[in-house]
């Protein structure tokens, strides 16, 4: 990538790097706020310096977009890093990676005049479901569930009490590839709201009485797609 646009403040150069990067392995389980850490060490490491806020709290400028379910590994998750110097772009890639841990690989990165935060730039996630076992009737169910405006799940509120929601809204697309034993889905996945592909499991073992157990959830892709034209972040 090319970093030739900059902005200024206060007499200093400041660049945004929005990277997209992997989670991938046993690295899947380990939280958000973790995540986070681990990317602030890794900077560190690298002697990359990040803009910090201002205030009493002062924290770095990091952001990533929306958080990942524990468990469900990725080849697109993003981040923006506010460094302070523009000549760190030019290496930025191996020294990050270089200082990151196994699972966690930085694939790209580019300037960003960050017009939008990363949550309103992804409106769906295309997640790939993993099988070992024969699903009798997969099909059948997929076929039932995109052909249906409901899909009730059993979810508990904020106030803990159980309360049934329509989830098919939130499905835009699924299909079941028999050959590979897997299915491929596109959920939402923004600020507004977001189906986690778990809870679009539940919903259909609840539905059909089935149940549909996956060993590996893997997102391929974040999506934004506006007036029914899909784009590929």
């Given at each position: 990538?090319?970093?030739?646009?900059?902005?200024?403040?206060?007499?200093?150069?400041?660049?945004?790097?929005?990277?997209?990067?992997?989670?991938?392995?046993?690295?899947?389980?380990?939280?958000?706020?973790?995540?986070?850490?681990?990317?602030?060490?890794?900077?560190?490491?690298?002697?990359?310096?990040?803009?910090?806020?201002?205030?009493?709290?002062?924290?770095?400028?990091?952001?990533?977009?929306?958080?990942?379910?524990?468990?469900?590994?990725?080849?697109?998750?993003?981040?923006?890093?506010?460094?302070?110097?523009?000549?760190?772009?030019?290496?930025?890639?191996?020294?990050?990676?270089?200082?990151?841990?196994?699972?966690?690989?930085?694939?790209?990165?580019?300037?960003?005049?960050?017009?939008?935060?990363?949550?309103?730039?992804?409106?769906?996630?295309?997640?790939?479901?993993?099988?070992?076992?024969?699903?009798?009737?997969?099909?059948?169910?997929?076929?039932?569930?995109?052909?249906?405006?409901e899909l009730m799940l059993?979810?508990?509120?904020?106030?803990?009490?159980?309360?049934?929601?329509?989830?098919?809204?939130?499905?835009?697309?699924?299909?079941?590839?028999?050959?590979?034993?897997?299915?491929?889905?596109?959920?939402?996945?923004?600020?507004?709201?977001?189906?986690?592909?778990?809870?679009?499991?539940?919903?259909?073992?609840?539905?059909?009485?089935?149940?549909?157990?996956?060993?590996?959830?893997?997102?391929?892709?974040?999506?934004?797609?506006?007036?029914?034209?899909?784009?590929?972040?």
């Amino acid at each position: 990538w090319m970093f030739n646009q900059y902005r200024y403040r206060k007499g200093t150069v400041l660049m945004i790097l929005r990277c997209r990067f992997t989670k991938l392995g046993d690295i899947a389980y380990i939280s958000h706020l973790d995540l986070l850490k681990i990317f602030i060490r890794a900077l560190r490491r690298s002697m990359i310096e990040v803009n910090y806020s201002e205030g009493f709290h002062p924290h770095p400028k990091i952001s990533f977009s929306s958080a990942l379910s524990l468990g469900i590994e990725s080849y697109a998750e993003f981040i923006d890093i506010d460094i302070k110097n523009s000549e760190d772009s030019i290496n930025f890639l191996q020294r990050m990676n270089e200082s990151l841990p196994e699972g966690i690989d930085i694939i790209e990165c580019k300037e960003t005049e960050k017009a939008e935060p990363l949550t309103k730039t992804m409106s769906h996630s295309l997640y790939e479901i993993y099988f070992d076992s024969d699903n009798d009737g997969i099909s059948d169910a997929i076929a039932q569930v995109m052909k249906s405006e409901e899909l009730m799940l059993k979810k508990r509120n904020k106030k803990k009490q159980i309360k049934d929601v329509n989830v098919r809204e939130k499905i835009h697309s699924i299909e079941y590839d028999p050959e590979k034993n897997i299915i491929k889905t596109i959920l939402t996945n923004s600020s507004e709201g977001a189906l986690k592909p778990t809870d679009m499991l539940k919903a259909i073992n609840e539905n059909f009485g089935k149940e549909f157990n996956p060993y590996r959830i893997v997102k391929i892709a974040s999506i934004m797609i506006a007036d029914d034209i899909i784009n590929i972040i």
